[in-house]
């Protein structure tokens, strides 16, 4: 005789989780990130995007002239009254194209921080919020 299951009972499929860290440095400092360099070396192993909103000016071309990441590896997002930081960082992060999106910000509220964590887990990618204190 042939026993019969039920995929319904007992079946709890492991949500993804998402991954936002926020860092708070110094006044000045801001534009100082060599904390990151190791993360986001080991991140870019996986070949997608790695998207920096509304980085200081001079960082780009400062970061790529030190650490020889190529500017066809970093999109470089700048919010408008269209879209927001926020909002940029979100679709970001849910489209699953960046292994990680750094965003320079004022302090997130909990909601908002929530949010970022939703959209890094839909699209399985990094969210890094650095602000000054």
């Known amino acids: 005789m042939m026993e019969q299951l039920s995929f319904n009972q007992d079946f709890n499929p492991v ?4 991954n936002v860290t926020e860092i708070i440095l110094p006044a000045g ?16 192993q996986d070949r997608r995007w790695l998207a920096w ?15 020889g990441i190529k500017a066809g590896e970093i999109l470089v997002l700048r919010s ?7 909002e940029l960082a979100e679709r970001a992060l849910a ?6 999106v750094v965003i320079w910000s004022e302090k997130l509220k909990a909601a ?14 990094h969210g890094v919020v650095l602000r000054q204190r």
């Open 80 to 86: 408008s009254e269209q879209h927001s930081a926020l």
């Open 29 to 44: 400092q801001v534009e100082n990130f060599q904390l990151l360099l190791p993360m986001l070396t080991q991140l870019n």
């Open 15 to 18: 949500e993804p989780v998402g």
């Open 112 to 125: 908002s921080l929530a949010q970022l964590q939703q959209a890094s887990a839909r699209g399985q990618s």
């Open 53 to 67: 909103i509304d980085p200081p000016a001079a960082l780009v071309t400062k970061w790529q002239g030190m650490h």
């Open 95 to 100: 489209a699953g194209t960046c292994h990680a």
